[in-house]
């Protein structure tokens, strides 16, 4: 039998372990101890549990070991085999085409510190040309002609940037010499 410390409830099941009333936790009773309800000052019941479980103990037998995959043996004299087709991407070489986008991307955003563009924007145009060609005449190997034409666009950009501010440049000057 279990008794609640709060409300004074005896239950009679030795399976329930809080109060249905108010969820406190039940005590055991018994007849000696006198049945007072608990004040807010009181103490919370100790609760004296039993020991702990192990769950992973010391001593398990250790499992099966894991063998490595390999592949099916291969089919006998008469046998016709199986194969399953799997398909490769294909790894083309985009090399050049990288490097073409990279220096023209270069040549627009830092290619303006020192006319540093001007070794870019070349490199990118010659790199960007030379990769297209390859993917033109061996588009089995080469790919990336998208980041080739973006590379060469670049470069070709920032040529018509320094134009336009050359032009602007040399108006201004001409224009503030007629003052």
């Known amino acids: 039998m279990k008794r609640c410390p709060r409300c004074n409830?005896?239950?009679?099941e030795t399976d329930l372990n809080f109060c249905l009333d108010?969820?406190?936790v039940l005590a055991p009773h018994s007849d000696e101890e006198p049945t007072r309800p608990l004040r807010r000052d009181d103490p919370p019941p100790t609760i004296m549990m039993d020991s702990p479980r192990a769950t992973n103990p010391i001593g398990w037998p250790a499992g099966q070991p894991i063998e490595p995959w390999r592949p099916p043996p291969a089919p006998g004299v008469g046998q016709q085999a199986?194969?399953?087709?799997?398909?490769?991407?294909?790894?083309?070489?985009?090399?050049?085409?990288?490097?073409?986008?990279?220096?023209?991307?270069?040549?627009?955003?830092?290619g303006w510190c020192c006319y540093a563009g001007m070794a870019l924007g070349p490199a990118a145009l010659i790199t960007g040309f030379i990769a297209l060609t390859q993917i033109k005449n061996d588009p089995d190997t080469y790919g990336g002609k998208p980041l080739a034409i973006i590379g060469?666009?670049?470069?070709?950009?920032y040529f018509v940037g320094l134009f336009v501010f050359l032009l602007i440049y040399i108006a201004a000057i001409i224009g503030g010499g007629m003052q």
Do not use: H
């Open 22 to 24: 108010d969820g406190e």
């Open 82 to 110: 199986q194969f399953t087709p799997y398909l490769m991407p294909r790894s083309l070489n985009q090399t050049l085409a990288i490097v073409s986008m990279c220096l023209g991307i270069g040549s627009i955003t830092v």
């Open 9 to 12: 409830r005896i239950y009679s």
């Open 152 to 157: 060469m666009v670049t470069g070709a950009i």
